[in-house]
């Protein structure tokens, strides 16, 4: 028997077609078959649905993540992989929600998308959803993970960005290497894959998405600073801090950190850089935000700290000191313990 991926079409630059004014927009499903007839008889079967509304991925919100979530939940058991294709601007952010939701995920979630349209000659369309289709069937190798495949690699799901509104490259993971890499074979590192769990698979989609993030950049004003933290019912906020975990030690700033998480606001610590992590109290300046409850969340990349911030406060919404517990430590492969 052949094994069998369900290819789930949310909307992007991939099925996107130009109007006269060369803007642009979301087209339907069909049109990829068009322009990749080859996907009529490959290897493994394949079946197709798109979610009800085709989106620009810079319009994805938690509703979208549930319709696709809850797609792959009510078709789990028919299919060996899923992949979905995806605007890029937001990729990152649906990796990650999709890897939180699944839990005990035993088979591969595959997003791709393009960076340039299915129907345009020199697209990178064809590869990236050929190989994901490769990937998400694979007899040989079983990836129990949501992950992106972009342009011969693939990377975690959750540790993955979007990097480049330029390149084909367009994605990486700069804290977990790639899972694999596509030349003439798809070479698998197996010992960076998630082994496949043992429970049955579950799914939560309660996702709160009463969070903020802020990004901290010299000469930020306590206006700034409290405008945001003062946000009628946040329940979160995403700081965005310096090289390993570093903010100004200003009493003003201290005292609004302060305040807020005396009110209940988890306040997360996530660097401004690309590569390595937060390490509280290696400097001063993370030592006061360390006292007042601030969690350092590592190695994580801002896509997964903000996903995660909002699952585990629609899972945990009455117990905020286990939505903080479970912040820096790793759910699904997101960050390094
Ligand atoms: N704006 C598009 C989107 O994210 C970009 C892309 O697909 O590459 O939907």
Redesign the pocket.
Known sequence: MKNKVLLIYT????G?VQDESGV?H?FALDRIYDAVPQLKNCAYGIDSCQLENI??????TPAFWRDIANIIAREYDRYDGFVVL??????AYTASALSFVFKNLAKPIVLT???LPLGMLRSDGRENIICALEIASARQLNIPEVCIFFEDHLYRGNRST?VS?ENFD?FNSYNYPSLATAGINISFKEHLILPVPEGALTIRTEFDNRVAVLKLFPGITREVVHAVLSTSDLQGLVIETYGSGNAPTEKWFIDELEAAAKRGIILMNVTQCKAGAVKMRQYAASCDMDRIGVVGAKDITIEAAVTKLMYLLGCYPNDKQHVKERLSVSLRGELTD
Do not use: C, E, R
């Open positions: 909307g992007g630059t991939i996107m642009l979301p989106i620009d991925s810079s319009n994805m995806h605007g890029t601007d937001t990729m998308g393009s960076q979007k509104a367009a």
